[in-house]
């Protein structure tokens, strides 16, 4: 069952984990992009991790919404309102909730997916977050159906996304930046689809 | 990587202290959440102009805050669009009951933060409406991609955006301006060099001695292709065929150019690529009325240049003429 | 070496041609002897004000021609100064009765390229006075040696001066508000990176990536010392403790500020610079009175910067504010 | 004997002297001045070749005021002034003749030094050209006193300008760009005294 501690320690085991990633998401960006991604997302964590340090959240919907104002207001790019979103309607699901179900937290990688492509406007195969998110979300539904825990559920969902992150490489980029890049997108993989996959593989790993 | 700053998570706010003391007579700084406003902002009645972008452009968006241009500049990280709370302060403090025309630079990072902005300001009460630059034709444009990037059409459209607002033009006609300007303004940029973007602390790509970097964008993006060096008569050939034939400008034509510098090309060299594009211009009866050769619309410390062809009528020339007064651009006054 | 020119030898020549298709309203150019001249010279009972020197520094000097500041310019190849056929067919070009100056930097080259075309002016009944520039701080003075170099000072005393002249002021008083400048304005410089010449094709020095040059003249000469590449505080405290203690400046000074680019400097950092100088001059009760911030007196390619400080009073200042209309510096027009 | 000839020969082969060497003199002014040296000289005696090659000079003052004139006005920086001022001074000393006899070789070599002495104000040790040239004059004096030959006389001149222009490199420089490094300067062998070693190598290779 995951509560509002589990779901602290996993925004706090992101911030560790894109601070350990941030050369590599950078390396990835400046492949097809800005050369900004892990910077962006190491500070926004980073000011995350503070601004909840610092404030007393009421409940889990409260612990989301504060993740999401400040990535929105602190990491910038197109990864900040896109991420920003993610949690915002992440926040939405938890709403009046103690803990999470199995189905809540399918439901809540759902809609925070659902609100990235609001924002977005992506599709899938644009080579972008969604292309990680999307096959982890049908994944985690089947293994839901199936009757699977937690883990098994996140499992399959980092599996699925991490399968979805590197079908990005052969892929021609249509939204962000790397579309600029025309053919030159190709052969490369998408930055935030590696930190989408990198988002969820942490919550499997700290969750069960 | 060599460059002149402190720490690298300082330099946008320690950057900015510097054009606060510099130019103490034209624009204030504000900072939590950063942004460059006009010293007698807001101007009662007059639409508000407000662009922001990257930092690593400049003099564009800051160098660009005064009478006759910019209410307000939103300075993101280094090539990082700025975010929501930023243009949302901004807007607050430029509005003066009049509106405020958002200039947004077509890139999905400023695109998404501008709008989040926007909805804030809305249900400030504040009249907001965005206008997108979308000018590069090194990029084909699709109804399925991201579109073109904004680049040097930007520099253009917020002068002739700020006259206009500055003769008392409302938001729709002033929202009218930025579009024409916009649907009559390419750009095209190449690079010699790459840039180093402060925290990354090394050039984003390589690139050999004998290549150069064609259709980039101000990012340090790879360009559309890599090619071998050429002499800058053929680099400007290639570079404005696809401009003229993108639009199409014609014979007879009226254009106002920009020859901007991506950073570390000397003026020199700038120059010598005016020289060339007047050249052709010239034998195909495009006349050029204004113009601008330096660095406007930057990549950090990236050597190679972009080209601007505006197409202008009466109206943009004249709104181009009208006085302006901030830290790059002045004149009139 | 990677720049956008087409061959070597035509470097200057084309890009004078550039200057004088961007900039037809303000400039003529004459070619063999190259120079830049203002459009409606000579201008009848003016003292009319000349400079030239190596090309390469620009926007200096042909960028600074026109009402307010300069009649001419004559530009010699990259960084070698300019031959006296130039400066005497200039001299002729604007000689308005009133007699002539020439503002000169001291370089052995310029120096001697000057006198003998001031000789030869002379020979043709044309009153001639030639001041040197010599503002280098970090050369150490002596009378046994060339000097100080002139360097930023240069820009200062052209922009003030051409006001001079421009108020009616005669020969002898022009040469004085000259020499005022010069005895009031000190400059230093440094390098992050060395300038390629083009007909040389390689940077004139190596340096490390860790490394720094001080007191750099504007030729892409190694400077006073190499040391350890160190925060911009500390850099420009260096810099500014030279500078100030050598005049000196003292509390209660007004003093005109450049902060510039070497050529490859990105603006942001030319402002983080500038607000580290002015964090030192308010701690020493010098006041900032104006400023220019940007690339005006160059060395083609290279990265770092150079700071100048003039002490000022009431004349020199007024001097300053006059309008002034070059293709680089514009105001009050 | 020297004739009008030989002068013109003696400026051709300048002009082929200073191509071959104009990376070398080019390079040896990067360590102390401004990386221009070898060019200037290059851009300069291929100006004077082309002016001669057009110019009908009816003797040998004219030969070498040609010279000087177009070094002036095609070479600038120190150099040029200084050299050109150097030709003007030995054109003088021609004036008149249509051979050149011992003493007139040592007279025009003489003057010109007193010309570049005159314009640029350096003394000895200073670390230019005048080191190279100093000891040759003098050396060229006493072979003329010793009643050598103007092969002899040439090449008493040469081997003391080389030893001038080796001289040159622990100096101090005190004049030119190079003043401006300082101690720095030291260690460097100046390209003006090289290039006036060159000059008189030139002569001493053709004239006899
Ligand atoms: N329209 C979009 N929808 C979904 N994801 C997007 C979109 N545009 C860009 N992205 C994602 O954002 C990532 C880049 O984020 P980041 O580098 O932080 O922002 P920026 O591109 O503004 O520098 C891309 O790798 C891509 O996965
Ligand atoms: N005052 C002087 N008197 C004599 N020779 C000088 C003087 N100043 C410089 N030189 C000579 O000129 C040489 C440099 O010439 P050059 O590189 O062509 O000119 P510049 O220094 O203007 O670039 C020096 O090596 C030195 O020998
Ligand atoms: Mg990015
Ligand atoms: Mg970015
Ligand atoms: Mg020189
Ligand atoms: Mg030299």
């Known amino acids: 069952m995951v509560n509002q501690e589990s779901l602290v320690a996993w925004i706090e085991a992101l911030q560790e984990v894109y601070a350990e990633n941030k050369e590599y998401l950078t390396q990835l960006d400046s492949a097809i992009g800005d050369a900004d991604h892990g910077i962006n997302l190491d500070r926004g964590f980073t000011a995350v991790r503070r601004k909840l340090s610092e404030t007393k959240c009421e409940d889990m919907s409260a612990v989301l919404k504060t993740a999401s104002m400040t990535l929105i207001s602190s990491v910038g790019g197109a990864s900040g309102p896109l991420y920003g979103t993610f949690f915002l309607r992440a926040s939405a699901v938890c709403a009046n909730k103690t803990e999470l179900a199995e189905a809540d937290i399918v439901a809540m990688v759902e809609a925070g997916l659902e609100g990235i492509l609001h924002r977005g406007k992506a599709r899938p195969n644009d080579k972008t977050m969604v292309d990680a998110l999307t096959p982890a979300v049908n994944a985690m539904k089947q293994a839901l159906a199936a009757g699977s825990g937690v883990k098994e559920i996140l499992e399959k969902g980092v599996e699925a996304a991490e399968q979805g992150m590197t079908d990005t490489i052969p892929m021609l980029a249509k939204k962000g930046r790397a579309s600029y890049l025309g053919e030159r997108s190709i052969g490369h993989q998408d930055p935030g689809a590696t930190s989408s996959y990198l988002m969820l593989k942490t919550a499997a790993n700290l969750w069960n | ?333």
Request: hydrophobic fraction near 45%; charged fraction near 20%.
């Open chain 2, 1 to 333: 990587m060599k460059k002149l700053i402190n720490k690298t998570e300082n330099l946008v706010k320690e950057s900015l202290a510097g054009v606060a003391a510099a130019h103490a007579d034209l624009v204030k700084v504000h900072y939590d959440p950063n942004f460059v406003v006009r010293i007698d902002a807001p101007v009662r009645g007059k639409v508000a102009i407000i662009s922001g972008g990257g930092s690593g452009h400049e003099p564009m968006h800051g160098g660009f805050v005064g009478r006759g241009m910019l209410d307000a500049a939103c300075p993101g990280d280094v090539f990082t669009s700025p975010t929501p709370d930023q243009m949302e302060a901004a807007t607050k403090a430029v509005d003066g009951g009049a509106g405020v025309l958002h200039i947004v630079k077509n890139y999905t990072g400023d695109i998404l933060n501008f709008e989040m902005a926007a909805e804030l300001c809305q249900a400030a009460g504040i009249e907001v409406a965005a206008v997108v630059i979308d000018d590069d034709v090194a990029v084909k444009d699709s109804l399925y991609t991201a579109g073109r990037r904004g680049v040097g059409t930007t520099v253009l459209a917020e002068k002739i955006c700020g006259a206009a607002a500055e003769r008392g033009d409302n938001l729709a006609k002033v929202v009218d301006v930025c579009r024409k300007v916009n649907a009559n303004g390419r750009t095209m940029g190449m690079a010699l060099t790459s840039c180093t973007v402060p925290a990354a602390g090394r050039p984003t790509f390589e690139i050999s001695d004998t290549e150069m970097e064609i259709g980039i964008g101000i990012h340090g993006e790879p360009g559309r292709e890599r090619m071998a060096l050429k002499p800058a008569k053929e680099i400007v050939e290639m570079m404005a065929n696809v401009i003229l034939s993108d639009l199409p400008f014609k014979s007879g034509d009226q254009v106002i150019v920009m020859v901007n510098g991506m950073g570390a090309t000397p003026l020199m060299e700038l120059y010598l690529v005016y020289n060339e594009l007047n050249k052709i211009c010239q034998a195909k009866g495009i006349t050029i009325v204004r113009q601008l050769v330096g660095n406007y619309i930057t990549s950090l410390d990236m050597a190679g240049c972009s080209i601007t062809l505006l197409k202008v009528d009466e109206e943009l020339l004249t709104l181009w003429d009208a006085p302006v007064h901030t830290p790059a651009l002045r004149w009139g006054v």
